[in-house]
RNA sequence: GGGCAAGUGGCGGAACUGGUAUACGCGCACGACUCAAAAUCGUGUUCCUCCGGGAGUGAGGGUUCGAUUCCCUCCUUGCCCACCA
C-alpha cells in the first residue's frame, strides 16, 4: 500500500484540474445557476493566513457540493487591488505600486491554489486593470449624469498620517480605519455621492434580503431612520424662525429651552450684543475641539445662553435659546427643543445650568426624579391630556401643521459618501475642469482615464492629490469647448471598484459595456455571499446602493446583488488573539503544508473546530485528528482493492451493516450541509468511516464486493468537497478516470436508513430508569407492557399507583407514580 | 446607554419540533505491537459515591409527566453602534 502523502498528490491534481479547466462556470449547459462569492481580496504585503482561509474554505464547499448537486455553478476570484494598504506597501518597500500588486497577487493566487480551491480563474479580473477600472470610470459617469455624483466644499475628516481625506464609514472612534491615526477636520472641496437619496430604499429593502439579524441592525443603524416633525418656534423680536427636529412632538409641552449647535447660521443673529463676546469664545472652542472629545458621551455638558427666547408654537410660551455643542450640526436641523423631562441629555443640561424642567410623573403619580422616555398618557399639555403618547405625537403634529409651524420629517443618520481621495493608487476620477464649462465629464470614448506612471507618488500632504503633480495628465482640453482645461486629481475611494466587481464576474472580459445584460441577469444576483462581518457596513451598504442606482438605470432586473449572505466566525490565533503581523501569532496553510498535513486536513480543521459563523481559536493539535481521519480512509480504499474480487459465497449481513452505515451519513450529510452544518456533517462522516473502518477485513472486502464499492464511492463523493485532492486520488484508485468532482450527488434509501428495533427510554416521575428494546411497529399497550415489566422499572412501582402513563412512539415512555 | 451573538466535560464542540445531555474530534490514562521510540490499533475517560444510587448544561425562579431547548429575573463574555434629539 502506498502511503498518504498529500505532499505528492496535492500540487498534482491542482494541475490536471487547472489544465481540464473543470471548474469553468457556463451559461450554456441548460442547469440552473448557482452563484458563491466570497468577497474578493485585498492582496497585501503579508501572506494569507489561516484566519482568511476559512472563508474561503467554505465558498469552496457550497460551491462543490451545489456542483456535483447538478447546479451550473459560478465560484470566482478576483483583486481587490486599489487603495491605500498596497500603496503603503509599495511605498515601504520602494517599488511602483503596479509592481507590489503584482507581486502579492501572484503570492494570493499561488496560495489559494494550493488549498485546492475550484475557482474559475478564467474569469479572474484586477480592480487596477484599465480594462476594469474604466467601468468604474464609467459608472461614476453615469452616478455624475443622474446627479448622485457632485462636489462641495466642506470640512472633511483628514488622516494626517495618510494625507488623504476619509469617508464617514471610515472613520473608527475618532482615528482613521487604516493606520489608526488621529484624525482631523479640513475644509476641501470634495466629490460625494449622493447615497442619501435612496436611504430609505437602503433601509426598507433590508426585508427582502436573506441576511443575519445583526447585520441588517447595523445596516439599519448606520442609516439611522428615524420618523419625526421639524417644528418653527418663533424668535421673539424676530422676524426669524428657529426649526428644531424632534421625534417626540409629544413632549411639546415639557419644551423649556432651545438649542443651537455651535456652527448653526443663527447662532450669529440671535446673538445679544451684551453676550456677544462670550458666545463667540464658546463657539470656536467648540470648533478647535478635538471630534473625539465632542462625542465623548460622558462629558459634563457645556454651553452658553444667546440672551434671545423662543416662542413654543403650542402653548405660546416663551424659552431661552442656548448654544451647546451636544447637538450636532450636521444632524436635522442642528437645534433642538429640550425637554428635560423626556430626554437623558436635556436632563443633564438643565440641571448643570439650572434650567426649569416641568417633571414627568410616574404611574403612581410620583414625581420622577430623573427624565423619562417610555411611553404613556399625557399630562400637564392642556387638551391633550389624558390620550397617549403616540396618539398624542400625531395630533399636535397635525394641529402644528395646520398653522405651519411643523411638518413632517424623516431624517437619516447617514451622511453622502464621501468618494474622492488624494491619494496616487486609485481610479482617476473621469471630470475636466473647464474655466467656461465647469466639471465636464470624460466623454465615454475616451475612458478609460489612464492612471500615469509616477517615480515619486506620495502625497504631499498640502490636500491635493499626486496627479496634481503631472502636467502632462493635468493639462487638457474641455471636450465642450476645445479649450485648455485641466483633468480633476483626485481619485476614487476603493471601495467604488468593489460596489460592482460580482457584476463584471458574470461577463469580464466584455470591451464594449461593463457586462452584457443577459449574462448579468443569467447569473445574478450573488445566491451566497460569504464574508466576514468587517464589511457590514461600508461595501455591503455601497454596493447595494450601486446596484439600485443601475436598476434605477434599467441596467439590471433586480435591486439587491446578494440574497444571501453568509457571516462567518473569525479563526483567532491558538492565544485567543486575532492573527495579526505585528502580534507574530499567524499561522499560514504553506507552513502547515510543508510539514506534511496538507491542504486537506487543513480545509477540515477551518470547518471542523465549530460551527461556520462561530469564531474559534485554531488548534495546532486537532489538525492531526483531520489527518488520523483522512489517513482512515487512505487505509480503507487500498486494503479494498488489493482484496480484489474473488466472489465467494455473499454475506446479506454485512451488506447491510454496510448499507446502512454509508445511508445514514448521506442522509445526515445532506441535511447538516444545506444549512453550512460542516462541523456536524464532518462527524457523521468521521462515525461512517469508523464504522468501516471496524467492518473491514480481506474476507469482508470479498465476501460483500459490490456493497463495499458503492459505499466507498458514496464517501469518497460526500467527502469530496471537503477533502478534494485525497477523494480524486482515491477515486482513481477505485478505478475511475473521470473527475470525482463532476460526479453526481448520491440520494439515500429510507428504507435503510430507519430502525427496526428502537431502543425506548423509560422515566419514571421525570427521571430516567431504563431504556428496552422495542420493535418500531409495536403498539403502545405492548410498549407499556414491556416497560412495566422491566426489572429496573418494576422494583420503582412496588406498593405504588400509576398516575398517568405518557407515551411518544420513538422516543420515551414516562410514567407518572405516588 | 442601545442593538446583536453566546455561556454545556480537562479543551473545541453535539443534541431533530420540549423526549436517554456530553455525538464527533483533541487531550489524558491503560493495554497491544516494538529491543526501544514514533506511528498505528484496542479499551476507558462529566462529577460525587458507603456501588444502592445521587448531582449535573452561567445563577435563581416558573410552566410541564419531562427543559440545554419555552417564560421571568439576574450575572458574565464577545462584536457593532453610541450626545443622531
Not at 251 to 260: D, H, N
Not at 653 to 663: K, Y
Amino acid at each position: 500500500m502506498r502511503r498518504y502523502n498529500p505532499k505528492e498528490i496535492e500540487p498534482k491534481w491542482q494541475k490536471t484540474w487547472q489544465e481540464n479547466q473543470i471548474y469553468q462556470a457556463t451559461e450554456s449547459d441548460g442547469k440552473p445557476k448557482h452563484y458563491v462569492l466570497e468577497y474578493f481580496p485585498y492582496p497585501s504585503g503579508s501572506a494569507m493566513h489561516v484566519g482568511h482561509v476559512r472563508n474561503y474554505t467554505i465558498g469552496d464547499v457550497v460551491s462543490r457540493t451545489k456542483r456535483m448537486q447538478g447546479f451550473s455553478v459560478l465560484h470566482p476570484m478576483g483583486w481587490d487591488a486599489f487603495g491605500l494598504p498596497a500603496e503603503n506597501y509599495a511605498i515601504k518597500t520602494n517599488i511602483s505600486p503596479q509592481e507590489a500588486v503584482a507581486k502579492n497577487v501572484a503570492n494570493f493566487k499561488k496560495q489559494l491554489i494550493q488549498m485546492g480551491f475550484s475557482y474559475d480563474w478564467s474569469r479572474e479580473l484586477n480592480s487596477t486593470d484599465p480594462e476594469y477600472y474604466k467601468w468604474t470610470q464609467w459608472f461614476f459617469l453615469l452616478l455624475f449624469k443622474k446627479g448622485l455624483a457632485y462636489q462641495k466644499e466642506s470640512l472633511q475628516w483628514w488622516c494626517p498620517h495618510d494625507k488623504t481625506v476619509l469617508a464617514n464609514e471610515q472613520v473608527e472612534n475618532g482615528r482613521c480605519w487604516r493606520c489608526g491615526h488621529l484624525v482631523e477636520k479640513k475644509a476641501l472641496k470634495q466629490w460625494f455621492f449622493r447615497i442619501t437619496d435612496y436611504a430609505d430604499r437602503l433601509a426598507k429593502d433590508l426585508d427582502k434580503v436573506d441576511w443575519s439579524e445583526g447585520i441588517k441592525a447595523m445596516q439599519r443603524n448606520w442609516i439611522g431612520r428615524s420618523e419625526g416633525a421639524q417644528i418653527s418656534f418663533q424668535v421673539e423680536n424676530s422676524s426669524e424662525q428657529l426649526k428644531v427636529f424632534t421625534t417626540r412632538p409629544d413632549t411639546i409641552y415639557g419644551a423649556t429651552f432651545l438649542v443651537l449647535a455651535p456652527e448653526h447660521k443663527l447662532v450669529n443673529k440671535l446673538s445679544n450684543s451684551g453676550r456677544r463676546s462670550e458666545i463667540e469664545k464658546y463657539t470656536a472652542e467648540a470648533e478647535r475641539k478635538n471630534d473625539i472629545d465632542r462625542m465623548e458621551t460622558e462629558r459634563e455638558k457645556t454651553g452658553v445662553f444667546t440672551g434671545s427666547y423662543g416662542v413654543n408654537p403650542a402653548n405660546g410660551q416663551k424659552i431661552p435659546i442656548w448654544v451647546a455643542d451636544y447637538v450636532l450640526p450636521g444632524y436635522g436641523t442642528g437645534a433642538i427643543m429640550a425637554v428635560p423631562a423626556h430626554d437623558e441629555r436635556d436632563w443633564q443640561f438643565a440641571k448643570k445650568f439650572d434650567l426649569p424642567i416641568i417633571h414627568a410623573y410616574s404611574q403612581e403619580g410620583k414625581k420622577e426624579d430623573q427624565s423619562y422616555w417610555g411611553e404613556g398618557v399625557i399630562k400637564n399639555s392642556d387638551k391633550y391630556d389624558g390620550i397617549t403618547t403616540q396618539e398624542a405625537r400625531k395630533q399636535i403634529t397635525l394641529d402644528l401643521t395646520s398653522k405651519k409651524m411643523a411638518e413632517n420629517v424623516t431624517n437619516y443618520k447617514i451622511r453622502d459618501w464621501l468618494i474622492s481621495r488624494q491619494r496616487y493608487w486609485g481610479a482617476p476620477i473621469p471630470i475636466i475642469h473647464c474655466p467656461k464649462h465647469g466639471a465636464v465629464p470624460v466623454p465615454e470614448d475616451q475612458l478609460p482615464v489612464i492612471l500615469p506612471e509616477m517615480d515619486s507618488y506620495e502625497p504631499s500632504g498640502d490636500g491635493r492629490s499626486p496627479l496634481a503633480r503631472v502636467p502632462e495628465f493635468v493639462n487638457t482640453k474641455c471636450p465642450v469647448c476645445g479649450e485648455p482645461a485641466q483633468r480633476e486629481t483626485d481619485t476614487m475611494d476603493g471601495f467604488a471598484c468593489s460596489s460592482w466587481y460580482f457584476l463584471r464576474f458574470a461577463d469580464p472580459h466584455n470591451s464594449v459595456e461593463p457586462f452584457s445584460k443577459e449574462k448579468a441577469k443569467f447569473w445574478l444576483p450573488v445566491d451566497d455571499y460569504i464574508g466576514g462581518a468587517e464589511h457590514a457596513v461600508m461595501h455591503l451598504l455601497y454596493a447595494r446602493f450601486w446596484t439600485k442606482v443601475m436598476y434605477d438605470e434599467g441596467l439590471i432586473s433586480f435591486d439587491e446583488p446578494f440574497s444571501t449572505l453568509r457571516n462567518h466566525g473569525m479563526i483567532l490565533a491558538p492565544d485567543g488573539n486575532k492573527m495579526s503581523k505585528s502580534k507574530n501569532n499567524t499561522i499560514e496553510p504553506d507552513e502547515i503544508i510543508n510539514q506534511g498535513y496538507g491542504a486537506d486536513s487543513i480545509r477540515l480543521m477551518e470547518l471542523f473546530i465549530g460551527p461556520w459563523n462561530q469564531s474559534a481559536n485554531w488548534s495546532v493539535e486537532g489538525l492531526a485528528g483531520m489527518y488520523r481521519f483522512l489517513q482512515r480512509v487512505w487505509v480503507i480504499v487500498f486494503e479494498f482493492t488489493e482484496a480484489g474480487e474473488s466472489k465467494t459465497e455473499r454475506n446479506i449481513e454485512l451488506e447491510l451493516g454496510i448499507n446502512r452505515s454509508v445511508h445514514k451519513a448521506i442522509k445526515k450529510v445532506n441535511s447538516d450541509i444545506k444549512d453550512l452544518g460542516f462541523n456536524t456533517a464532518l462527524s457523521a462522516l468521521m462515525e461512517c468511516v469508523n464504522q468501516l473502518y471496524k467492518m473491514k477485513s480481506p474476507e469482508n472486502f470479498t465476501q460483500a464486493h459490490d456493497s463495499w464499492k458503492t459505499a466507498l464511492e458514496n464517501v469518497l463523493i460526500l467527502l469530496a468537497p471537503f477533502a478534494p485532492h485525497i477523494t480524486e486520488e482515491l477515486w482513481k484508485e477505485l478505478g475511475h478516470n473521470n473527475s470525482i468532482h463532476l460526479s453526481a450527488w448520491p440520494s439515500w434509501d429510507e428504507h435503510l436508513v430507519a430502525e427496526n428495533l428502537i431502543n425506548l427510554a423509560i422515566q419514571i416521575n421525570g427521571k430516567v430508569k431504563a431504556a428496552i428494546l422495542v420493535a418500531a411497529n409495536a403498539t403502545e399497550e405492548e410498549v407499556v407492557r414491556l416497560a412495566r415489566n422491566e426489572k429496573s422499572v418494576s422494583k420503582h412501582l412496588e406498593g405504588k399507583t400509576i398516575k398517568k402513563t405518557v407515551y411518544i412512539p420513538g422516543r420515551i415512555v414516562s410514567l407518572v407514580v405516588t
